[in-house]
């Protein structure tokens, strides 16, 4: 067939066409539904190599959690995300609900890593050390991680909330496993910077309307069960231009 090398080019021309129509149509979606900064964030980790040994290219460094980054934490003994969600407490304060949630992949488990309360605004990629006061933004809600002394709903500890005004009670102390700096996949732990407590999660699970979700509380004492790691996230790197 004298005309099969045109047909198959026609072909390949289509199909290269809706490869192309595809691609842009994603991107398109990927932007629509996280965002400006997300997409920001997933292009850099497209072009900026992560690992390199030319001493020209070592500006760029994905190593260590920074201002800016939106982040998933792990807690360390259960495996659970610390998450939250448009559910309210039915006692306490009865402000957003901050669970344990099993499942890695859900949005809801984001959070953006800010400056403290009444702080200049800092610089995306700037390093978080050791006893730097951070707050935490739920990326869905914008809700801040937040503590009181309203009682938890399971464990009767210290309430840990979402608050979307924005006061004192939104900050945290990072404290690190001895490390000068917060790194990605160390261990951490997050100290309520008003009350002096801890963030915690237990084995403590909700019922109705959020069953198996975990209690995130605050406790008086450091332990096993007030240790967190980061996991998956869009990390901005750290680079000469914003090191202290």
Same mark, same amino acid.
């Given at each position: ?7 198959? *080019?026609? *072909? ?10 595809y691609g842009v149509i994603s991107l398109v979606v990927l932007i629509m539904r996280f965002g400006t900064v997300i997409f920001i964030t997933f292009f ?16 760029f460094d994905f190593s260590y959690v920074t201002c800016g980054s939106m982040i998933k934490l792990k807690h360390e003994l259960t495996g659970y995300r %610390? ?8 006692? +306490?304060?009865?402000?957003?609900? #901050? ?13 953006? #890593?800010?400056?403290?309360? &009444? &702080?200049?605004?800092? %610089? *995306? +990629?700037? %390093?978080?050390?050791? =006893? ?16 009181? %002394? ?11 909330? +979402?608050?979307?005004? =924005?006061? $004192? ?7 690190t496993n001895g490390a000068d700096i917060w790194k990605r996949g160390d261990l951490v732990r997050f100290q309520h910077v008003d009350t002096n407590c ?21 406790? &008086? ?17 750290? $680079? ?5």
């Amino acid at each position: 067939d004298l005309h099969y090398p045109l047909r198959r *080019q026609r *072909q390949m021309c289509i199909r290269d066409s809706i490869n192309a129509e595809y691609g842009v149509i994603s991107l398109v979606v990927l932007i629509m539904r996280f965002g400006t900064v997300i997409f920001i964030t997933f292009f850099l980790a497209l072009v900026v190599p992560i690992h390199t040994t030319d001493e020209d290219d070592e500006e760029f460094d994905f190593s260590y959690v920074t201002c800016g980054s939106m982040i998933k934490l792990k807690h360390e003994l259960t495996g659970y995300r %610390l998450h939250s969600h448009e559910v309210t407490y039915g006692s +306490g304060s009865q402000q957003q609900s #901050v669970t344990g949630f099993p499942n890695a992949d859900d949005p809801n488990s984001y959070w953006i #890593v800010r400056e403290a309360l &009444k &702080k200049p605004p800092c %610089l *995306q +990629g700037s %390093l978080i050390r050791n =006893g730097g006061i951070i707050r935490l933004q739920h990326y869905a809600t914008r809700k801040y991680l937040h503590s009181h %002394l309203h009682q938890s709903p399971l464990t009767q500890q210290q309430e840990v909330s +979402g608050f979307p005004d =924005g006061d $004192t009670g939104d900050n945290w102390k990072v404290v690190t496993n001895g490390a000068d700096i917060w790194k990605r996949g160390d261990l951490v732990r997050f100290q309520h910077v008003d009350t002096n407590c801890y963030l915690q999660s237990n084995q403590k699970q909700f019922r109705n309307p959020i069953p198996g979700q975990q209690e995130i509380c605050c406790v &008086k004492s450091p332990d096993a069960w007030t240790t967190w790691r980061t996991e998956e996230g869009f990390y901005f790197p750290y $680079t000469q231009e914003t090191s202290e």
